[in-house]
């Protein structure tokens, strides 16, 4: 099997490691990931502050590459590029008419031939696949965080439900976790003012991440870098507001999926997190 | 011919452009408070989301202009919360977008602005540039804007030791290409 | 012609809406033009296209269709049927070259005495300003002789 | 052509049906409407390109429905077209006609609607590109023009009826031109009655038509008439979304509405 | 030759101010078919109706044209007078002379010229007039009422009381529907229980209720006065009769754990079970779907215990096809439930209730006996917060529309919370309180004045779980929109009111309309509110839109009153304009070709199949025939049918032709 894949800036930076795991999990289920020929940033969160236009154009020349690619389906696992993506595609999808101008701002046609999925979406395809090659189940208790961009708004992505979704949750129980009931999934991390406002994203992710803490995760899940980048390089920051030193691991969906089926750690990018990947006693898998 | 002229909204009130640019009508809004009571930041907010609405429903300058002087559409994540919940489906984050472009067109956005404005800017410069996001030129970038020359310096060292900062820039074959989509959007409107 | 030209209107107004209307118009003594003669229906769903052709046929400039606005047939849906007749119908006499402009609908309701006697002068006016149904009087002039 | 007539004679043979009613060679190259009802009978069908007739149209005639049960072949999509609408408006019942459409490699046979429907799906009709210019050309023209093309063309019109017996969906008994308290439309084929009766025609088959163009090709004067219906099709699926011939389930787009129904010039 | 009349009326100055009436005469007289045509000052006046009838039987006419005012305003009065004249009052038609002419015009020859040209018109029409009978059909005076809540009862009761047989049919086993289930009612908190309960038993003794409990209806034919209903009388596996409902079989029943209707879930109820207390009929009703003789053949305790023998396993269900001359549906309503709500946990916060499920805690008879106790761990709740408009007024949910009842209601529910939990707290988030009706609103004030109940306005976002409490967020819009946030014991849901499951299967068995959100709809918003659009069904109580108890009750007498008068008549007179299908001499039979598009184009599903059959009784044809008792005369099957096999008595294609004819 095979599928066009947009790993985005923030893949090839600051969150490499997701873009490792991914591929590596990939590789061990099988899926071929055929990167966009020659794909540009998608806009994420400036583009529509400044140009509404621009926040469509942008993503639509991604999705222009991939059809003239004769690629019918684009994972995007940067849940803020999944985010534009698909913004942009439901946009012209229910105005058709503005596709022949979208095509003379980005020089090549745009059809709508191209489906745009997220990464939770793509493993759910292969869960039994999963849960087969999870040979070191991951025995831990983790929170689920999904953010604010995989399941909303509802009616652009239509996946899973808006409020307490139970995706990432169905496959983290997959590979041996036990996924705690929480009521923070979809809370919002700050996301694009990690830079500017670090006071707000550190007080949004001290909610989060000692909502987590308190229910007795011993790992946060995500599947989102910006999520990532807030809940695990401004752990300083949150730590500083709660006025707490909470050291609970942020891993990729992925890097637990991959850990299970027994990945190389290093081969997941895992000695790139800030806050380190320890855990108090041992388990099946180890970091 | 049709009636439905007889009901558009004033042609240069807020509101109206708010209509033209996303088909929302202000009206929808009933003021049930839903998206300040969920919003994660409107605490923050001097002007939560329900009365930003509410200012553009009155469809008159001097309310038009409170709105788009306030600091709170600066601080709105666009996270969709407010538009998920919202019993009449009213877009907020659209209806935000719409509003900051207005306030930076009049010159009249919020000094607080300033910084995240900045950011975006300088976002935005980096992929005009070389047609993704080159992140430590983003930073740099971000700081000669914002003048936050200090700003997360010690992060800086430990994103490189995780291998997690790029040194140079990823050009792609079709920055040509980006640019020219910048001037037809961008550009085009100052 | 020495004489202004006066057009011949005929209307088919259902009886629930648009004739209570007219007859509104009439106690509101709200003045209008003379040209129209009425033919009351019991609503829009029982008028044939025919009844067109037909009004046309027998020499009228103009012809009226008006009944209860979408949502208020005293039949509950006899409107609604003849709104999809209309459309088809429309766009087959365009395409068949018959003059759309000389045929107007509306929905009147019994309430809107006031619309109907601005309406019966708008069209009075335009098919005045339109002049003679030359077409299709001569369709009738070649085959009735 | 040669599995055509080895499926009809099994199907003869089976007692499954009565009669196969398909073509033969006519006068020169032309096809004739042939009925089978015997192996030797079966042996001078014909199936080739030249078998263009809609054989629909014989279904509905006295003699034929006579004949029992009966598999047509359907050489053109617009028969399968014809008798899903002539299901849908009851005159033939659902699986009492079997269709033998000729393939490549052999022959298919169908026997229910929603058969037909599946087999359609996958043979789009599609307009002739003469047509396609035609329409198009009209509907470019002002429209006075346009009268005029038509009253040109209806001068040639002695109302003799060809287009509307060839119509597969003309099957009334009594056809509203032969209505005459009141007469509606005027006998003679002069110009007036001449515009009403393809108005007529064409209204009455708006939502009905199944496209096979057979009223055009019937027409002895060259009258382009399929043109009409093919327009007021395309209006009714541009509006509703729904035409005729496309299923024997659905309700006929003139005989019903949505609230929502979209028009622009009701004042 | 017609030999027709023409009466010009002058109606004082109202038409002779403008409109030459003497010349109008004069130009009428020499219509083709006129033998008759005169002026007067006050046609519609006993002497102008007598001149009227003189001159028909002077003049023998066979035909009459009044030229006065608009027929919507007299045209009863001149059909009555040449009826009374000889002349079948069909043959009469009005002239618009006032309305349509002289009122709109001004005073000059096209005036008058117009008028003549309206009477020429209605000349032709008189000309194709045929004379017509009005229809009658005859009436079966007994009702069915469908649905056993107050409604229904009260319906009933009216027209069992007026004399009239009445079947009522419930779905559950037991009557009292939704009122039986509330603890008090606003805004005089009585007992609803206590000034329900009489009706109930009043309904089942009635000499003229049958009552139908644990049944549906399953088809309905026919027409006004002429019904044909069939009902499944659902098998309740215990024979009514032989039961004395002493209760032992509920009491040893051992599946004890099935969740219970009646108590929303809060408590069990066995897999024999009467609904409540005071049921009736108060005898039990086997749950199949629980039971273990059932599900597995073994148990059969009920049987054994039974000392009368009544458990009846192999009882089936039964179709009862019955006569009814009116139909009242009174089905009543539902609740969305709390799993609609993703912003509140999708129902899976135990102490995230419903309105109803509230009253079930705060009634006597209810699971905890009227003590306030939350459903997770039985403990009061100090903290409650009660959020109107849940789900209602909410578009994004599908329900755009008030639900009505809930801001009474949860005013109540303060109240009762503050009478039985004197130191808990009441917090109502709402939108707007919508409080009209009689001490209505003095009842919300006394909610939030005496009972100290706090009203917040502002809608709330979301709901989680937090050590043990429920974080309700919220927005004050009276404070800016400033973000509240509450931690609460309990939350209860005013949740919408929404048509009953499959309501419009059951508006599609009745050929009745309904709306969007499955609500019956009402023949006339304003002047036609309990009727629907097919006559002789009516409409009471939430089955139309959302009710109190109030409103449903006065719906449901006056859907009564409108049966009662219906069967005060032995049959019914219909207006003769009806849609009529040709029949012909063979071999066409007909000019219908049996298409029956005209079938889907009928509003009133008046259009019926009719096969022709020949001597050995093989169909030769099959034609449509339009039922006159369900045709309302609207004319667009007419207007479809392409042979013109269907005409309308009174506008038939050759009137509306002769009268195109004269302009």
Not at chain 4, 205 to 219: K, Q, Y
Not at chain 5, 218 to 235: C, H, L, Q, Y
Request: charged share 25%; hydrophobic share 40%; net charge neutral.
């Amino acid at each position: 099997m095979r599928i066009g894949y947009y790993p985005g800036c923030s893949l090839l930076g600051s969150s490499r490691e997701f873009n490792e795991s991914v591929k590596a999990v990939c590789e061990a289920i099988g899926l071929e990931l055929v990167e966009v020929p020659d794909w540009n940033c998608c806009g994420a969160s400036s583009a529509h502050v400044l140009d509404h236009e621009l926040s469509v154009a942008l993503p639509a020349k991604i999705l222009a590459q991939a059809e003239a690619a004769g690629l019918t389906e684009v994972l995007a696992p940067c849940a803020a590029c999944y985010s534009r993506l698909i913004g942009a595609y439901s946009e012209l999808e229910k105005n058709p008419d503005h596709k022949t101008r979208v095509s003379e701002i980005i020089e090549m046609p745009y059809t709508g031939a191209v489906k745009v999925v997220n990464v939770l979406e793509v493993l759910e395809r292969f869960a039994d696949v999963i849960q087969a090659k999870a040979v070191q189940p991951f025995a831990r208790k983790v929170a689920c965080y999904y953010g604010c961009l995989l399941v909303r708004p509802p009616k652009v992505v239509n996946f899973d439900r808006p409020e307490d979704p139970q995706v990432m949750d169905q496959l983290a129980a997959k590979v041996g976790a036990t996924p705690i009931d929480w009521p923070f999934k979809t809370e919002c991390c700050g996301a694009a003012f990690s830079v500017t406002r670090t006071d707000l994203v550190a007080k949004l992710c001290g909610k989060i991440v000692d909502s987590a803490v308190k229910l007795q995760a011993e790992a946060l899940v995500v599947a989102c870098p910006m999520c990532h980048s807030n809940l695990d390089m401004r752990r300083p920051e949150t730590n500083a507001a709660l006025g707490k030193d909470l050291q609970i691991p942020v891993l990729f969906l992925t890097q637990v999926i991959g850990l299970a089926m027994g990945i190389e750690p290093k081969k997941l990018g895992i000695q790139r997190h800030m806050v380190p990947v320890a855990f108090n006693a041992p388990t099946g898998a180890q970091a | 011919m049709s009636s439905a002229s007889h009901h558009a909204p004033h042609a240069d009130t807020l509101a109206a452009r708010v209509k033209a640019a996303t088909g929302i009508s202000l009206a929808q809004c009933y003021q049930c408070g839903k998206c300040a009571a969920g919003c994660p930041v409107s605490e923050e907010m001097d002007l939560t989301p329900c009365q930003v609405l509410r200012l553009l429903q009155y469809g008159q300058d001097k309310y038009d202009e409170r709105a788009m002087r306030s600091a709170g559409i600066w601080l709105c994540l666009s996270c969709e919360t407010c538009s998920t919940r919202c019993p009449q489906e009213v877009e907020i984050p659209k209806i935000m977008d719409v509003v900051r472009a207005e306030a930076l067109k009049r010159g009249i956005a919020h000094p607080k602005s300033k910084d995240i404005l900045a950011f975006h800017r300088a976002f935005l410069d980096s992929v005009e540039q070389t047609g993704r996001l080159y992140e430590i030129g983003l930073v740099a970038n971000y700081k000669l804007r914002s003048g936050h020359f200090l700003k997360d310096v010690m992060l800086a060292p430990k994103m490189y030791v995780r291998g997690k900062l790029g040194l140079l820039p990823h050009m792609i074959k079709g920055t040509a290409a980006v640019k020219r989509i910048f001037k037809r959007t961008l550009g085009s409107k100052g | 012609m020495s004489e202004q030209f006066e057009p011949k209107i005929t209307a088919f107004v259902c009886n629930w809406c648009t004739y209570a209307g007219a007859d509104l118009t009439g106690t509101s003594r709200i003045k209008y033009q003379p040209n129209v003669r009425v033919l009351r229906v019991p609503c829009t769903g029982r008028i044939d296209f025919m009844l067109i052709m037909k009004a046309f046929e027998r020499g009228a400039d103009g012809v009226m269709i008006s009944g209860c606005h979408p949502n208020d047939c005293h039949y509950t849906s006899g409107n609604y049927h003849a709104r999809r007749r209309w459309m088809v119908f429309r766009d087959l006499m365009d395409f068949m070259g018959i003059d759309t402009e000389r045929v107007t609908f509306s929905w009147v309701s019994a309430a809107e005495g006031a619309k109907w006697g601005a309406l019966v002068n708008e069209v009075t006016d335009k098919i005045r300003a339109l002049g003679p149904n030359t077409e299709q009087k001569q369709l009738v002039g070649l085959g009735v002789e | 052509m040669e599995s055509l007539k080895q499926k009809a004679k099994e199907l003869l043979e089976a007692g499954e049906i009565k009669a196969v009613l398909g073509y033969a060679r006519g006068t020169s190259d032309t096809r004739r409407p042939h009925v089978a009802m015997s192996a030797l009978e079966v042996d001078k069908l014909v199936a080739d390109q030249a078998c263009t007739t809609n054989l629909a149209n014989l279904l509905m005639k006295h003699e034929i429905k006579h004949l029992g049960k009966l598999a047509v072949v359907a050489s053109r999509p617009s028969t399968l077209r014809s008798l899903l609408q002539l299901t849908a408006e009851h005159q033939v019942a659902d699986g009492a006609i079997l269709a033998l459409v000729p393939a490549e490699g052999g022959v298919k046979q169908l026997g229910t609607a929603q058969a037909f429907e599946e087999h359609l799906a996958l043979v789009p009709q599609k307009k002739t590109e003469k047509d396609q210019a035609l329409l198009d050309r009209l509907k470019a023209m002002p429209r006075a023009e346009r009268f005029a093309f038509w009253q040109k063309e209806f001068s040639r019109c002695m109302k003799c009826y060809a287009c509307r017996n060839s119509c597969p969906m003309c099957y009334c008994e009594r056809c509203t031109m032969d209505c005459n308290r009141p007469q509606w439309v005027p006998v003679p084929s002069h110009a007036v009655g001449n515009q009403e009766y393809h108005l007529v025609r064409a209204m009455h088959l708006a939502g009905r038509c199944v496209e096979c163009g057979e009223c055009g090709r019937a027409c002895p004067v060259g009258i382009p008439v399929h043109l009409l219906t093919f327009f007021a099709e395309d209006s009714v699926r541009a509006q509703f979304g729904q035409g005729g011939g496309a299923s024997a389930t659905i309700d006929n787009a003139l005989s019903t509405f949505r609230p929502d129904d979209k028009e622009t010039f009701i004042r | 030759m017609s030999r027709i009349g023409v009466f010009t009326c002058h109606c004082g100055e109202n038409i002779a101010g403008t409109v030459d009436c003497p010349k109008v005469a004069e130009l009428t007289r020499q219509i083709p078919g006129v033998v008759h045509s005169v002026d007067y000052k006050y046609m519609c006046s006993d002497p102008g109706q007598t001149l009227i009838k003189e001159a028909i039987k002077e003049h023998k006419l066979d035909g009459v044209v009044v030229a006065a005012c608009s027929p919507r305003m007299h045209e009863p009065t001149f059909r009555k007078a040449a009826a009374e004249a000889g002349v079948n009052p069909y043959l009469c038609e009005m002239a618009n002379l006032r309305e349509h002419c002289s009122w709109v015009h001004e005073k000059n020859e096209a005036t008058t010229q117009k008028a003549a040209d309206l009477v020429r018109i209605m000349v032709e029409k008189v000309k194709h007039d045929t004379p017509l009978t009005p229809i009658k059909v005859p009436v079966t005076k007994t009702a069915l009422v469908v649905g056993g809540g107050i409604a229904g009862i009260q319906t009933a009761l009216d027209i069992a009381n007026a004399g009239h047989q009445v079947v009522l049919v419930e779905k559950s086993p037991s009557i009292g529907g939704h009122m039986s289930q509330l603890s008090e009612t606003f805004p005089t908190l009585d007992c609803s229980q206590c000034i329900l309960t009489p009706r109930m038993v009043e309904a089942a003794q009635h000499p003229n209720i049958k009552l139908m409990t644990y049944s549906e209806v399953e088809k309905v034919d026919g027409f006004i006065g002429n019904f044909k209903v069939t009902v499944r009388k659902k098998a309740k596996k215990v024979d009514e009769k032989a039961c004395t409902g002493c209760g032992l079989c509920v009491t040893k029943c051992p599946n004890k754990k099935i969740p219970d209707e009646f108590n929303e879930g809060l408590a069990f109820r066995p897999a024999i079970y009467v609904p409540f207390p005071q049921a009736v009929p108060n005898k039990p009703t086997i749950d199949t779907a629980n039971c273990t003789y059932f599900k597995n053949g073994k148990c059969g305790v009920c049987s054994k215990v039974c000392p009368t023998g009544a458990i009846r396993y192999d009882q089936e269900d039964e179709l009862i096809t019955m006569d009814i001359g009116a139909i009242v549906m009174a089905t009543g309503f539902k609740l969305m439930q709390t799993d609609k709500f993703p912003e509140y946990g999708y129902g899976k916060y135990k102490d995230v209730i419903d309105g109803m499920q509230f009253e079930r805690l705060a009634s006597a008879s209810g699971p905890t006996a009227g003590v306030i106790k939350r459903p997770s761990d039985g403990k009061e709740p100090e903290t409650v917060v009660f959020i109107a408009c849940s789900g209602s007024r909410d578009r994004a949910k599908g329900v755009p529309y008030c639900s009505k009842i809930c801001c009474m209601y949860t005013a109540k529910h303060t109240m009762l919370y503050k009478h039985k939990v004197h130191h808990g707290q009441a917090y109502v988030f709402y939108m707007d309180i919508r409080s009209a009706g009689k001490d209505y609103d003095e009842f919300v004030r006394r909610a939030i004045e005496e009972d100290e109940a706090k009203y917040i306005r502002g809608r709330v976002s979301r709901i989680y779980e937090e050590d043990g409490k429920l974080i309700v967020k919220g927005a004050d819009t009276l404070m800016n929109g400033e973000p509240v946030e509450i931690k609460a014991d309990m939350v209860v849901l005013a949740t919408a009111v929404q048509s009953q499951d499959r309501s419009e299967d059951l508006a599609q068995t009745l050929h009745i309309s309904y709306d969007k959100y499955g609500f019956f709809a009402e023949a006339h918003p304003k002047l036609r509110p309990v009727e629907t659009n097919t006559a002789g069904i009516f409409l009471a109580g939430a089955c139309q839109a959302p009710r109190d108890i109030p409103e449903t009750v006065a719906q449901g007498s006056a859907a009564g009153a409108k049966v009662a008068a219906l069967f005060s008549q032995d049959e019914l007179t219909r207006e003769p304009i009806v849609a009529v299908v040709n029949r012909q001499a063979p071999p066409l039979f007909s000019t219908c070709t049996g298409c029956f598009l005209c079938q889907t184009a009928c509003p009133y599903q008046a259009i019926e199949q009719e096969e022709i059959k020949d001597r050995s009784g093989r169909v030769i044809k099959t034609v449509a025939k339009v039922n006159p008792g369900l045709c309302q005369g609207c004319g667009t099957c007419v207007a479809f049918c392409r042979t013109k096999a269907i005409d309308l008595a009174g506008f038939s294609n050759e009137q509306l032709f002769a009268e195109l004819m004269t302009l």
